[in-house]
């Protein structure tokens, strides 16, 4: 039904809440990659005006840091939107710190708890393959 494809991988060593946050930014994330992504506001019967969400499934899937890295590796080889979440970015309190970390990574070792990526649908699915849907 879509051409294209979006997925989440989170690391499945942290915590639940650790988990539900990198969820969510890493989404808030595609969406600003791709707003062609978003659809209408939603109206219920009484005229209420909502947000807008995705216009497709969002997957969630884990796996352990070198599941993620490898994810990672395949997206930059076949050019997909990635967008990445390090560890460090735990310790901070804002935008402009989780950026000045992440600038000290290593990208060839990066220290992945969250993974975003987007892209057509078969090249995702080979970049996400080995991975197992979050339960």
Do not use: C
Request: aromatic share 8%; hydrophobic share 50%; no cysteine.
């Amino acid at each position: 039904m879509f051409d294209t494809k979006i997925a989440i991988v989170v690391r499945d060593d942290l915590a639940a809440w650790q988990k539900l946050n990198i969820t969510a930014f890493l989404a808030s994330g595609i969406a600003a990659a791709a707003p062609e992504a978003i659809g209408e506001p939603y109206v219920d019967a009484g005229g209420h005006a909502y947000g807008r969400m995705f216009v497709q499934p969002v997957l969630v899937f884990r796996g352990p840091l070198a599941g993620l890295q490898a994810a990672h590796r395949q997206a930059l080889e076949r050019g997909l939107t990635i967008l990445p979440y390090v560890e460090a970015m735990f310790a901070t309190g804002h935008d402009a710190a989780n950026r000045a970390v992440f600038a000290e990574e290593d990208p060839a070792a990066l220290n992945l708890v969250g993974l975003a990526i987007r892209g057509p649908k078969k090249a995702v699915d080979k970049t996400v393959k080995g991975l197992s849907l979050h339960d």
